[in-house]
């Protein structure tokens, strides 16, 4: 390979698009836009209307609740790349393993409000976990394995018992 031989990927660069220049370009007079109508005008944002009919969104009954503010963002970790983890010498399984442990052997990027342990996978491992929550069939795997589970409760919740005393 030479300097001069150096080149883009096919399709990478394609020449701008230049309208209202004549009728020979294809995209002369009405610049590919058609003729008249609200959707030729500059600034047309009409998503969800409906030409002055009630829109769906508004003729729907609101129903449910969402707790949004007070939602747990936990990190979710499987048994079988808890597994991977330990096979691959990323977590020692003779050690006390909690959220720290985790995120350093780069199970996932941000602890969040805490690590839920769910039961996705095989456990050969006995090994000793602390968690913010668990699902029944990841706690029975672990003591099946040798191991146990501790759940604790997740650290926003910490904080707030903490501040509350």
């Known amino acids: 390979m030479k300097l001069n031989e150096i080149s883009d990927n096919p399709g990478a660069r394609t020449p701008r698009k230049r309208v ?13 836009k058609g003729h008249k109508g609200q959707k030729s005008r500059r600034g047309v944002a009409i998503n969800g ?30 048994l079988g790349r808890l597994q991977t983890a330990i096979d691959a010498g990323k977590l020692d399984p003779k050690q006390p393993i909690d959220a720290a442990s985790l995120k350093a052997a780069g199970l996932f990027k941000a602890v969040r409000d805490g690590v839920r342990l769910l039961g996705v996978g095989e456990l050969t491992a006995k090994i000793d976990i602390t968690v913010a929550g668990a699902s029944k069939s990841a706690v029975a795997a672990v003591e099946k394995a040798g191991g146990s589970v501790k759940v604790a409760a997740p650290a926003k919740a910490a904080e707030a018992e903490a501040s509350a005393e």
């Open 49 to 78: 209307y409906e030409g002055g009919q009630m829109p769906l969104h508004r003729r729907l009954p609101k129903r449910g609740f969402t707790n949004a503010p007070f939602k747990r963002d936990y990190a979710e970790v499987n």
């Open 20 to 32: 209202g220049r004549g009728i020979g370009s294809g995209l002369g007079k009405t610049s590919g």
